[in-house]
């Protein structure tokens, strides 16, 4: 049988297999340049809710009805936003995404506490130093008077050392004023001239007593060697003073 022979016997049959062809082919093509394009458009996207503010378990939650997942972009400290919270996002609200992608939060630790430092005996000048460095600031600074704590150092701090405040958290600072009505911290006078603070002492009510004068110093004649009360002893008005004083 030749081969124009063995078409036209299955001339029916070829016409059955090329139109099968043709709709396979139409059905192809419909279905990979028309209908898949919409579906990708339209119904596997989904627009990104605003979780900021939200708790992380509702965020996680809301997310997977709308057909997305969540992850982790990380935790920080936030005064505004309370602990296990959403600060931010990526994608941002309203954007639309594939379903299936995920949207990345970062979650509040809620706001950094810092514990109050231990002022008392500090100047006042290195314990506000110290508050600034600590992340914590000065609410008020008061005076009282104070037998026991040298004039323009820190007697006590409210709130006590170690309470946990809130990062910029006010600090109050009780400085001392020094010793009571009639009563004063000694000075420290050892190394000093007696002729240029002999005055002062007793402008302060306090009586020259024994002066000893001490040979054999390396210092200047007319320096104060020793003194008693010693530096810092609460004294009152009326109270003596011994010194010793390098000589010739």
């Known amino acids: 049988m030749n081969l124009k022979a063995f078409f036209a016997r299955n001339r029916a049959l070829w016409k059955a297999a090329a139109w099968i062809l043709g709709v396979f082919l139409a059905g192809f093509l419909l279905s990979n340049f028309v209908l898949m394009p919409l579906f990708v458009r339209h119904g596997a996207e989904v627009e990104v809710p605003d979780l900021k503010g939200m708790e992380y378990a509702k965020a996680a939650q809301l997310l997977a009805e709308k057909g997305l997942e969540i992850s982790s972009g990380g935790w920080q400290y936030d005064q505004d936003q309370p602990d296990s919270t ?147 002893f609460v004294v009152r008005r009326g109270d003596t003073v011994d010194l010793a004083v390098s000589s010739n």
């Open 86 to 232: 959403v600060i931010s996002q990526e994608p941002e609200p309203r954007m639309m995404i594939k379903k299936g992608r995920s949207v990345k939060v970062v979650i509040s630790r809620g706001a950094e506490m810092i514990a109050v430092p231990f002022l008392a005996g500090l100047t006042k000048v290195r314990a506000i130093n110290l508050l600034d460095r600590t992340g914590l600031a000065v609410a008020a600074i008061d005076s009282l008077e104070s037998d026991s704590v040298a004039y323009g150092c820190v007697i006590t701090s409210e709130p006590d050392p170690g309470v946990r405040l809130e990062r910029g958290g006010g600090v109050r600072i009780i400085v001392s004023k020094g010793p009571t009505e009639g009563r004063m911290l000694m000075p420290d006078l050892v190394g000093k001239k007696l002729a240029e603070h002999q005055g002062q002492l007793v402008a302060q009510g306090l009586v020259i007593g024994q002066i000893k004068y001490v040979p054999g110093q390396s210092l200047e004649p007319g320096t104060i060697v020793m003194q008693a009360p010693q530096p810092g």
